[in-house]
């Protein structure tokens, strides 16, 4: 199974992912913000990151920029689970270079399901 970068500045919402995706086999790393996804990404190479996008001290899409400048995470999967769903925002994200968009509150089995598709 995969090992995920959850990040997420809500506690409850990184634990309720947690446990969707330790429910799957996956192992999970979890981050509060972007900043601390960023050094956890440095440190443990992830396959899989699934970032907020709204987080205090580095947001989730200066976060995709950051782990796309590393060579390390060209073409890592990013999916972003937030309530932003502007197409504005979407089309901002897919420009950071996100793979995916999942709007909040999720399905767990659909998030399992895109998880499931991105990692191939």
Same mark, same amino acid.
């Given at each position: 199974?995969?090992?995920?970068?959850?990040?997420?500045?809500?506690?409850?919402?990184?634990?309720?992912?947690?446990?969707?995706?330790?429910?799957?086999?996956?192992?999970?790393?979890?981050?509060?913000?972007?900043?601390?996804?960023?050094?956890?990404? +440095?440190?443990?190479?992830?396959?899989?990151? &699934?970032?907020?996008?709204?987080? /205090?001290?580095?947001?989730?899409? =200066?976060?995709? *920029?950051?782990?796309?400048?590393?060579?390390?995470?060209?073409?890592?999967?990013?999916?972003?689970?937030?309530?932003?769903?502007?197409?504005?925002?979407?089309?901002?994200? +897919?420009?950071?270079?996100?793979?995916?968009? &999942?709007?909040?509150?999720?399905? /767990?089995?659909?998030?399992?399901? =895109?998880?499931? *598709?991105?990692?191939?």
């Amino acid at each position: 199974m995969a090992i995920i970068l959850a990040v997420d500045d809500s506690a409850s919402m990184r634990q309720m992912v947690s446990f969707t995706l330790k429910g799957a086999g996956h192992q999970v790393v979890e981050a509060a913000d972007g900043q601390q996804a960023l050094e956890k990404a +440095k440190e443990t190479q992830v396959d899989l990151v &699934l970032s907020d996008v709204n987080m /205090p001290v580095m947001d989730g899409l =200066t976060l995709v *920029k950051e782990l796309r400048a590393l060579p390390n995470y060209k073409f890592t999967p990013i999916l972003m689970l937030t309530t932003e769903s502007t197409g504005d925002k979407k089309m901002e994200g +897919k420009q950071a270079g996100a793979t995916g968009w &999942l709007v909040k509150p999720f399905n /767990p089995d659909q998030l399992l399901a =895109t998880i499931k *598709k991105v990692l191939g």
